[in-house]
């Protein structure tokens, strides 16, 4: 396990995605109507205490305060108006963890990068097609979570204003800018490497201040994204219930040759989420570096309704996964703590405590350090974890005239803590992995450095999400005569489920970029077989309704 560890600085920034126990947009409609009936309606909204909050096509969204959906049914009896529905909440999905590497001071490649043969791919950048990113926005200037980071190549990236959650170029969390630096990243020497390099990217920032958007906001991003000319949208979100508006607005896009991507989830369940729930969409799960499913990723059923009404289709479920499980991708400038831990000039895995700094020299190992030993003067304490608390032991290692301290894990893993709200320790300190304890107590000499970075690590199918949509830019890039439809088809014929897998939590399998961009060199736009390389069955194909579904 020799690595460095990143540190989000605000890790209860996002929790993970569940669709249980939201809370309702009861007040918040979404009205479909023709476009040149629109002024009709929006007068007669107006006129009866609404706010209009969405203007796109073939519909607005209005807020009625204290209404209800059936009392703003009642009110709304206008022959013009299709359909009045809820207008339900969206949510970013994410997990923080820290995982490995330095990507200040060279270009890092992510495990998936290589898991799904993106580096065996060509790749085209002059017909590589445009991905629309709908996220927080994205870090080109100073924003919530800190400054511009230079990893991209912002000639190329574009975006659409919102005036509820304010400019597009200004992250309002680090989660846009972590998933657009997966999809796109520079390959420019230095941080990490997108699974399609430089492709064009347009950016429309969904999420308020309270990091919810609303399935209405999702919608109108689309068509803006089709008047962008983006080819590929990118959605590392969702909710808990379906919205017909919603969902037309991606069977248009994908109608018109576009692929659209969602997040499956992060409750763990087989609870369906939306908009990764639409069969327009395409679901994707995460899996890790070791081709295991993250135990996270949510797995509905590829049937749904009963009875008579059954419906069984691919398109419900997880069509694909890729790596979800500490991806590292970029940050907003200074928005994560970095932790390099080096013990004779190898790197192992560390996690970052609150104190910053850096500091060398020789090692000594103080056991539990439950007191303090003036032979750790001028020295990097190496400590075993137990009986006394982190706080503790690194101010016995300070008091000793100890210059830093590494602290290692007494179970399997790295060892995540901290110093505590009344910190009397300055010397920087990490926490170590106990698999790497016998390495690190045989070294003779150790470094720790500790501060902030522009890039960091985090888990969740928001993460896989991403991987995958860059991987379909990089295959469509060889094939830009294709269709969304045509990419989407190959990356699930040519994906491998690992032996053993569960079809229901892996779809497909684990996308391969390679076998996709081969298949499609030999069998044309149109494709050959639908099957997905499996450890044993797959989900089936097509469409199958009434009660002898199964």
């Not at 990091?211 to 109108?220: E, F, N, P, T, V």
């Not at 379906?242 to 991606?250: I, K, R």
């Not at 659209?260 to 409750?267: E, F, I, P, Y």
């Not at 896989?464 to 989407?488: E, K, M, N």
Request: glycine share 14%; net charge neutral; proline share 3%.
């Amino acid at each position: 396990m020799q690595h460095n560890y990143l540190k989000p600085l605000a890790l209860a920034m996002m929790v993970a995605f569940s669709v249980t126990g939201q809370a309702s947009a009861s007040d918040r409609v979404v009205i479909q109507v023709d476009n040149d009936k629109k002024g009709l309606v929006k007068a007669l909204a107006v006129q009866l205490g609404a706010k209009i909050n969405v203007d796109s096509d073939g519909f607005i969204a209005a807020t009625f305060d204290g209404k209800d959906l059936s009392q703003i049914k009642g009110l709304l009896k206008n022959p013009h108006i299709k359909l009045i529905e809820e207008d339900v909440k969206r949510y970013p999905m994410a997990l923080f963890n820290d995982t490995a590497g330095d990507p200040t001071s060279q270009q890092l490649t992510p495990y998936a990068f290589f898991q799904s043969q993106a580096h065996q791919t060509p790749f085209n950048i002059g017909t590589s097609p445009k991905v629309c990113v709908i996220d927080s926005g994205i870090a080109r200037d100073v924003g919530e979570t800190g400054g511009g980071n230079n990893d991209f190549d912002w000639g190329s990236i574009s975006g659409s204003n919102n005036s509820g959650t304010g400019d597009w170029f200004r992250d309002g969390g680090p989660h846009g800018t972590h998933v657009a630096g997966t999809i796109g990243a520079a390959d420019n020497g230095i941080g990490v490497i997108g699974m399609a390099p430089g492709t064009p990217m347009h950016i429309i920032k969904v999420f308020n201040d309270s990091g919810w958007g609303y399935s209405s906001d999702l919608a109108h991003a689309a068509n803006l994204c089709a008047q962008n000319g983006a080819k590929v949208i990118n959605m590392s979100l969702g909710g808990g219930r379906a919205n017909s508006t919603e969902e037309n607005a991606f069977i248009n896009f994908t109608n018109n040759g576009g692929l659209v991507l969602a997040a499956a989830g992060n409750s763990g369940t087989a609870t369906r989420s939306f908009p990764a729930g639409y069969t327009s969409v395409m679901m994707v799960g995460a899996n890790d570096a070791n081709d295991q499913i993250a135990s996270f990723s949510q797995f509905p059923s590829c049937t749904t309704g009963s009875r008579r009404t059954q419906v069984t289709d691919e398109g419900l479920c997880v069509e694909v996964t890729a790596g979800g499980v500490d991806t590292l991708s970029t940050y907003p400038a200074g928005g994560t703590s970095f932790a390099a831990l080096t013990a004779n000039n190898n790197g192992y895995s560390a996690s970052a405590m609150e104190n910053s700094g850096n500091s060398s020299g020789n090692t000594y190992f103080m056991g539990l350090a439950t007191s303090t030993n003036t032979a750790a003067a001028g020295k990097i304490c190496v400590i075993d974890r137990g009986t006394i608390s982190f706080h503790d032991k690194v101010r016995n290692c300070q008091l000793s005239g100890g210059i830093g301290a590494i602290l290692i894990n007494n179970e399997p893993g790295i060892l995540y803590g901290t110093l505590g709200t009344s910190n009397q320790t300055s010397i920087p300190a990490v926490g170590a992995a106990f698999e790497d304890r016998s390495a690190l107590l045989a070294a003779s000499y150790a470094s720790i450095n500790i501060g902030p970075s522009d890039y960091g690590y985090m888990s969740g199918t928001s993460m896989a999400t991403p991987a995958v949509a860059g991987l379909a830019a990089r295959v469509w890039s060889s094939f830009p005569q294709c269709t969304g439809t045509d990419i989407r088809n190959a990356l699930k014929a040519t994906a491998v489920r690992p032996a053993n897998g569960d079809v229901v939590k892996f779809g497909k399998g684990i996308v391969k970029a390679k076998a996709a961009h081969d298949y499609l060199a030999t069998h044309g736009c149109a494709g050959g077989s639908s099957g997905g390389d499996t450890g044993g069955g797959d989900t089936g194909g097509g469409t199958c309704k009434g009660k002898k579904c199964s």
